[in-house]
C-alpha cells in the first residue's frame, strides 16, 4: 500500500505559466514533506520542504502548500522554465529515526 | 563541500551473480540511506545506516544487505542476482534526524544492469 501518492505520471505546461504538483498521503504521523527534482542520468535533487507546523513555504519560483485535515501537499511553480523539466517526487518522514517514503514521481514538462 | 559519491556509475552483471555498490556521504553527514529506483516505481527504501548500525530497512528480500564502515562510507551487497534487480540504485546521506536539517542528499546512483 503506498503511503505517498502522486496520482498524476506527467504533466504539461507552458513555459511561463503555473505548474502545480499534487502529492497524497495515508500516514498521519508524517510530520515533514520534501520535494525533490531529479534530471536523467543524475540522482534526486532536493527542492523545497514544509513541516507539518506550516501550511505554505516559499523559495523563490517554488511554494509548497500543506493541508493536513486532507493529507494533500502540493508543489506549484510560479513561473515555469524549461528548465523546469524533471521527474518531481514526493517525499514524506514521520517521528525521528523513520525513514523517507518517496511517491512515484510526476514528470513535468515546461513546452517552450 | 564534495557530494555524495557512488561508484561503479554503471554495471553489467549475469543472473546468479553478486554485486557491491559503494557510496560515500558528504563529510560530516552520519545517515546514509539506499533506494531502488525502477520505472513507475519511485524510490523504494532499501535500508538506512547511522553510526555503523542499520536503523530502518524496507521490504526487500535477503539477498539485499549493506554495512557502514567507522568513516560513514556505506557498501550495498545483492546476492544471487535476478533480471529484477536491474535497476538504479541511490545512496542518500543526511545529519542525524536530531538536527534542523533534514534534507536528505543523492548521490548520482549506480546503474544495475543484470543480464
Known amino acids: 500500500d503506498q503511503q505517498v501518492k502522486q496520482n498524476s505520471p506527467s504533466l504539461s505546461v507552458q513555459e511561463g505559466r503555473i505548474s502545480i504538483l499534487n502529492c497524497d498521503y495515508t500516514?498521519?504521523?508524517?510530520?515533514?514533506f520534501l520535494w525533490y527534482k531529479k534530471y536523467p542520468a543524475e540522482g534526486p535533487t532536493f527542492l523545497i520542504s514544509?513541516?507539518?507546523?506550516?501550511d505554505k513555504n516559499e523559495d523563490g519560483r517554488f511554494t509548497v502548500f500543506l493541508n493536513k485535515s486532507a493529507k494533500h501537499l502540493s508543489l506549484h511553480i510560479v513561473p515555469s522554465q524549461p528548465g523546469d523539466s524533471a521527474v518531481y517526487f514526493c517525499?514524506?518522514?514521520?517521528?525521528?529515526?523513520?525513514?523517507?517514503?518517496f511517491g512515484p514521481g510526476t514528470r513535468l514538462s515546461v513546452l517552450p | 563541500k564534495a557530494g555524495v559519491t557512488q561508484t561503479p556509475r554503471y554495471l553489467i552483471k549475469t543472473r546468479g551473480q553478486q554485486v557491491t555498490l559503494s557510496c560515500s556521504p558528504i563529510?560530516?553527514?552520519?545517515?546514509v540511506s539506499w533506494y531502488q529506483q525502477t520505472p513507475g516505481q519511485g524510490l523504494q527504501f532499501l535500508f538506512e545506516?547511522?553510526?555503523?548500525?542499520?536503523?530502518n530497512k524496507g521490504n526487500f528480500p535477503g539477498r539485499f544487505s549493506g554495512r557502514q564502515f567507522s568513516n560513514s562510507r556505506s557498501e550495498m551487497n545483492v546476492s544471487t542476482l535476478e533480471l529484477g534487480d536491474s535497476a538504479l540504485y541511490l545512496c542518500?546521506?543526511?545529519?542525524?534526524?536530531?538536527?534542523?536539517?533534514?534534507?536528505?542528499?543523492f548521490g548520482p546512483g549506480t546503474r544495475l544492469t543484470v543480464l
Open positions: 542518500a546521506s543526511s545529519l542525524p534526524r536530531d538536527s534542523t536539517y533534514n534534507e536528505q542528499f
Open positions: 500516514n498521519s504521523m508524517f510530520d515533514y
Open positions: 514544509i513541516s507539518s507546523i506550516k
Open positions: 517525499a514524506a518522514t514521520g517521528n525521528y529515526g523513520q525513514n523517507f517514503v
Open positions: 563529510s560530516g553527514h552520519r545517515s
Open positions: 545506516y547511522f553510526s555503523e548500525t542499520q536503523r
